[in-house]
């Protein structure tokens, strides 16, 4: 598909912090000129806080509730790329709206590749724990089977570009669910 083509639905990245979401979903959306939401970005100008600040000031539960709302105000917006926070799938509600909006791709990457570009961020709330890699490592184990409930997998590995990685995105979509992406 290129620019101007038609979008069916909106595609929405899911997956790990560190997996890529939010640099596959800005290729995606240049590349298929639609808009692009990052969720944790809409949520961080929502409160102008950012999301470290809105962890430590009001807890997971209230940044949960606010990150349902964003997607839900997201995923109305008409059909563009979504990039969700590694959470956001992991809740019910938020695979039903998704599912009944658009189609999941759960960009899979391994605990080697998470850590190596997580690790010397500070701005992971869930990681600042005494044994932040134990903590990812747990997490991934404890998300995967709910993030293998998405529509799409596609694997992206630490020495995959930007580029190799969108473009598995897109293969995978027209291999299928071919409807979403149309020509003109």
């Known amino acids: 598909m290129a620019d101007g083509g038609l979008m069916r639905r909106n595609i929405v990245l899911i997956?790990?912090?560190g997996a890529g979401k939010t640099a596959i979903g800005a290729e995606l959306a240049?590349?298929?000129?639609?808009?692009?939401?990052?969720?944790d970005?809409?949520?961080e100008r929502a409160a102008a806080m950012t999301i470290p600040?809105?962890?430590?000031?009001?807890?997971?539960?209230?940044?949960r509730a606010r990150e349902s709302e964003v997607l839900s105000r997201v995923l109305a917006a008409g059909e563009g790329i979504v990039?969700?926070?590694?959470?956001?799938?992991?809740?019910?509600p938020n695979r039903q709206r998704i599912s009944d909006a658009g189609v999941s791709i759960w960009l899979d990457c391994d605990a080697d590749t998470l850590w190596h570009r997580v690790r010397s961020r500070p701005t992971r709330p869930l990681l600042q724990t005494a044994d932040p890699r134990g903590t990812l490592e747990r997490m991934l184990a404890e998300r995967s089977p709910i993030y293998a409930l998405a529509d799409l997998r596609v694997t992206a590995g630490?020495?995959?570009s930007i580029d190799d990685t969108t473009n598995?995105?897109?293969?995978?979509?027209?291999?299928?669910?071919?409807?979403?992406?149309?020509?003109?």
Do not use: Y
């Open 168 to 184: 598995r995105v897109i293969d995978a979509i027209n291999a299928h669910h071919p409807q979403i992406l149309e020509t003109k």
């Open 41 to 43: 970005a809409e949520i």
């Open 30 to 39: 240049r590349r298929l000129g639609r808009p692009f939401w990052d969720t």
């Open 83 to 92: 990039s969700t926070g590694g959470g956001a799938w992991t809740r019910e």
């Open 53 to 63: 600040e809105i962890f430590a000031r009001d807890g997971e539960e209230f940044f």
């Open 15 to 17: 997956g790990m912090m």
């Open 158 to 160: 630490r020495s995959d």
